[in-house]
């Protein structure tokens, strides 16, 4: 179990790392980064589509009666166009999405701070205010529009740092909770 728990503060800090470079690209560019991603989003769900009508077309004859590949690849191309058509409602749908992300996390910490103060580690209180403060990066995200995109990229990247100091105090603390 403290093997996996571990691994788990490890995978937590990679991914806050992952996060806090998104941070700094949405900064450095918001409108853009938020286009690319709705257009990788699009053109996924085309190529997606495509490889579907193909393996459809591939299998044809051969259990048509459980065939839906020509449905689901028609319907992820009609997704990938819209998509792309209508970026800008997919760019503010990623910026929730990444803020509901950002309150998940919050409201894990907030159930590790209960642990570590049952477990009577000091760095509890020290964690509760990293909780909250991401908790507080979660709903800014969430509810400020696209149109202040750095305070977006700047919020992700203080939540990803608060992340990381958070997860080497889980880190530090592992042994502890055995």
């Not at 689901?72 to 191309?77: D, K, P, Q, S, V």
């Not at 894990?108 to 209960?114: A, K, P």
Request: proline letters at 1%.
């Amino acid at each position: 179990m403290e093997e996996f728990l571990k691994k788990t503060g490890w995978t937590s800090i990679i991914t806050s790392v992952i996060t806090a470079i998104i941070g700094i690209a949405i900064i450095g560019n918001p409108a853009a980064i938020m286009h690319v991603v709705a257009y990788i989003l699009g053109v996924s769900f085309i190529g997606f589509g495509i490889v579907k009508l193909i393996s459809y077309f591939v299998a044809k004859g051969t259990y048509d009666f459980y065939n839906y590949e020509m449905i689901f690849g028609i319907l992820a191309i009609i997704i990938g166009i819209v998509t792309i058509a209508y970026r800008e409602t997919i760019a503010t749908i990623f910026r929730i999405i990444i803020g509901i992300w950002i309150l998940y996390s919050g409201l894990m910490r907030l159930g590790l701070v209960t642990k570590l103060k049952s477990l009577n580690i000091n760095e509890w209180k020290g964690a509760l205010v990293i909780a909250v403060l991401i908790l507080i990066c979660g709903i800014y995200v969430i509810f400020k529009g696209s149109s202040i995109g750095m305070a977006i990229g700047i919020a992700i990247l203080i939540y990803s740092v608060m992340d990381i100091v958070e997860g080497v105090i889980f880190l530090r603390n592992v042994d502890s909770i055995f």
